[in-house]
């Protein structure tokens, strides 16, 4: 049902939904199980999202958002999905239980990456040279926060205080006060920092970003958020990509899109203890049960602890043929509920399977 404020004229919203873990068999067992499974958010390149049942891999729902897709974000119990569709200067709110587009906001501004506050009472996007403050129940724009240069990444801290955005442009991260919507201060990182992500605890932000010179080398650098001092750093490989830490804080995700690698950091010594030979853009990580999930185009795969792959699931390809323009499903983000409910205990290594045909 669409909600009646907008910044701009809502396009005609239909639902397009399905039901559709019947078709896909996996022989995943949790060592025990709550009541409700964790769902994985899979985005797609081209718009497309799928609601990822995280036990058994089938596919809940499906939605397309009619716009390529650069960011996600989702509210903390899990129930409001937002996609990005930052060349269009959208965002799409989806019902992940339906799969149903129930609102669209236009900015007239091209966009990039989004996140939620913790406390699910703000979502911000990036922009061009600002942040788009977005009220998410009434659904619209509230406030402009003027930072860096081409800001990319974004994260808020668990105490819902403190904004952190990465700015490609200026080598800079900006510091901005949620409470009045003003940046603070800057954090000079040097090179384009892309993508942030905090450690559970909140007291260290991750950075990834790329030097320029002879092939883009990438960098991952570690801010204490006590004193706003870069205190380690590290080469990870070519480019940069999505980062996600362990819910221990021991180690951090970086995914490695240009040479199809995943690099896996010790957060206590900053060394690259492997590099996954998977070639994924996207990384998440299970709140509460440190599963590892990476979005590898047609497939989401799962990890465990000590990087074994537990489950691929393979993502449907064929919907939205009714609509005369089927795509193929190229997974480059996962979003999940900080909130929502996780599986007890963890999966056994008997239970390493891959995902039926879709």
Do not use: C
Request: cysteine-free; charged content about 15%; hydrophobic content about 40%.
């Amino acid at each position: 049902m669409a909600k009646p404020r907008l910044v701009a004229a809502v396009l005609a919203l239909s639902a397009v939904v399905a039901a559709m873990g019947a078709e896909q068999q996996h022989d995943l067992v949790p060592i025990s199980s709550g009541s409700s499974a964790p769902r994985a958010f899979v985005v797609g390149k081209s718009g497309l999202v799928q609601v990822v049942d995280t036990r058994s891999g089938a596919v809940l729902a499906e939605a397309d958002t009619n716009g390529r897709a650069t960011g996600v974000a989702v509210s903390p119990d899990g129930r409001r999905l937002f996609v990005v569709n930052g060349w269009s200067g959208a965002v799409t709110e989806v019902d992940p239980d339906t799969g149903a587009v129930v609102n669209r906001l236009f900015t007239q501004v091209q966009l990039s990456h989004a996140a939620m506050r913790p406390d699910g009472g703000r979502l911000y996007v990036s922009a061009s040279g600002s942040v788009a403050v977005i009220d998410p129940q009434e659904f619209r724009v509230v406030a402009a926060i003027k930072v860096g240069g081409q800001p990319q990444g974004l994260v808020v801290h668990p105490d819902n205080k403190v904004l952190y955005v990465a700015n490609a442009q200026d080598g800079t991260i900006s510091l901005v006060d949620t409470a009045v919507a003003f940046q603070t201060s800057t954090i000079y990182v040097g090179g384009l920092p892309q993508h942030v992500a905090l450690s559970p605890d909140g007291s260290r932000l991750y950075v990834s970003g790329m030097r320029l010179g002879e092939k883009t080398p990438g960098t991952l650098m570690v801010i204490d958020t006590a004193t706003n001092a870069v205190v380690g750093a590290v080469g990870i490989g070519t480019g940069a990509g999505t980062t996600a830490v362990t819910p221990d804080g021991s180690t951090v995700y970086v995914t490695l899109p240009k040479e199809g690698s995943v690099a896996v950091v010790d957060a206590a010594t900053m060394t690259v203890r492997e590099r996954l030979p998977i070639n994924a853009p996207g990384v998440a990580i299970a709140p509460g049960d440190g599963r590892v999930f990476l979005a590898t185009g047609t497939t989401t795969t799962v990890l465990d602890s000590s990087n074994a792959v537990l489950a691929t699931y393979r993502m449907r390809t064929n919907a939205f043929e009714e609509a005369k323009r089927p795509r193929q499903f190229d997974a480059a983000m996962i979003a999940l509920a900080p909130g929502q409910p996780t599986a007890t205990g963890s999966l056994t290594s008997s239970s390493r399977s891959s995902a039926g045909s879709s």
